[in-house]
């Protein structure tokens, strides 16, 4: 099946590799090998990618910075399709010709929409607002992977989420896989939608659990004078510096490996220090002495390892207290 895939991938232009090493993808440092990894320059070859997919009935899994996943130990038998090559950043115009989900005619003087593509990363979003005079983004400073993955998990920093900024998202809407009814149709079409607070919530986004993949955001931020711009950049060293103090970036790792239960009223990383697991080690994987909700990679941990740390961990507070700690990273 591979080989049938990669001649129609050749005539279709989209490039690709065969038996990539996933581990170097990823945060964790973790998995075998991928026997078709996939990487479309621009959406359109994302599109037909992904028409191709369908053709063959074949699963996927969509990879963006990496940094939130754990790929299995063993060799990934389905192609996996990266967005690294889908990046851009840009300020939409303010003109009449303007998309009407893009449009910044309408905005006040002070604000303006900066549009990117999925596999930005975050950095490259971040230092562009900074340079531009652009304030709101300045809490996701050295947060790692791309603005597709923060999309999909809204990701949370410093009690922020993205979706808190998010002016409209486009995405690739999909149908007809083998999971699905045998006559269901089989499309691919580009969605572009407006912001809607109802379909955002605490690490939630509408792009999970869907046969949806971000292809671009416009987030809305609001523009600074010049002489401001030492404070935005300030603003985004102190994050960094906070991640840095924190241990963050001491160790291969995916950052928070559970969500926070808002009804138990203490973080995840708290409740796991207090039932004393911080430091625990199974195999290469340990909870980390210095941050109790953080999984890493000590010594050339497998996925294994990973997840038995998890589960362990999952079965001990449910001991203690009585409820089950849910997984913010993906096993895939």
Not at 110 to 130: E, R, Y
Not at 187 to 208: G, H, L, M, R, T
Not at 262 to 275: L, M, V
Request: with cysteine; proline share 4%.
């Amino acid at each position: 099946m591979v080989l049938d895939f990669t001649s129609d991938l050749i005539n279709a232009g989209i490039s690709f590799s065969q038996n990539e090493n996933i581990s170097v993808k990823t945060t964790f440092k973790v998995g075998g090998k991928v026997k078709l990894f996939i990487t479309p320059k621009n959406v359109r070859e994302l599109k037909n990618a992904l028409k191709l997919l369908q053709s063959h009935n074949s699963k996927f899994f969509i990879l963006g910075g990496g940094s939130n996943v754990v790929f299995p130990d063993e060799d990934f038998e389905y192609p996996v399709i990266s967005t690294e090559k889908l990046t851009s950043v840009f300020i939409e115009k303010n003109t009449p010709e303007a998309s009407t989900e893009q449009t910044a005619c309408d905005l006040p003087d002070n604000k303006v929409l900066v549009s990117c593509l999925a596999g930005t990363p975050m950095a490259t979003f971040v230092n562009f607002c900074t340079k531009n005079n652009l304030s709101g983004a300045e809490e996701f400073a050295g947060l790692p992977g791309s603005i597709g993955g923060a999309l999909f998990m809204n990701a949370r920093c410093f009690e922020k989420s993205i979706s808190d900024l998010i002016y409209s998202t486009q995405h690739l809407e999909y149908s007809g896989f083998q999971s699905e009814e045998k006559n269901a149709s089989k499309e691919v079409k580009i969605v572009n939608a407006s912001f809607n607070a109802q379909e955002w919530d605490y690490k939630k986004s509408p792009f999970q659990n869907q046969n949806k993949i971000i292809t671009q955001a416009t987030f809305l931020l609001t523009k600074k004078a010049p002489q401001e711009h030492d404070k935005i950049e300030q603003k985004c060293k102190f994050y960094i510096n906070e991640r840095v103090s924190k241990g963050h970036f001491k160790y291969p790792s995916a950052g928070s490996v559970f969500k926070n239960n808002h009804a138990f009223g203490k973080p995840s990383g708290k409740i796991i220090d207090e039932a004393g697991l911080k430091g625990f080690t199974i195999g290469g994987a340990q909870i980390a002495p210095f941050h109790g909700n953080f999984i890493i990679n000590i010594n050339h941990a497998k996925a294994s390892d990973i997840k038995q740390l998890v589960t362990y961990t999952q079965k001990v507070i449910n001991e203690k207290y009585g409820f089950n700690l849910e997984t913010e990273i993906i096993f895939v």
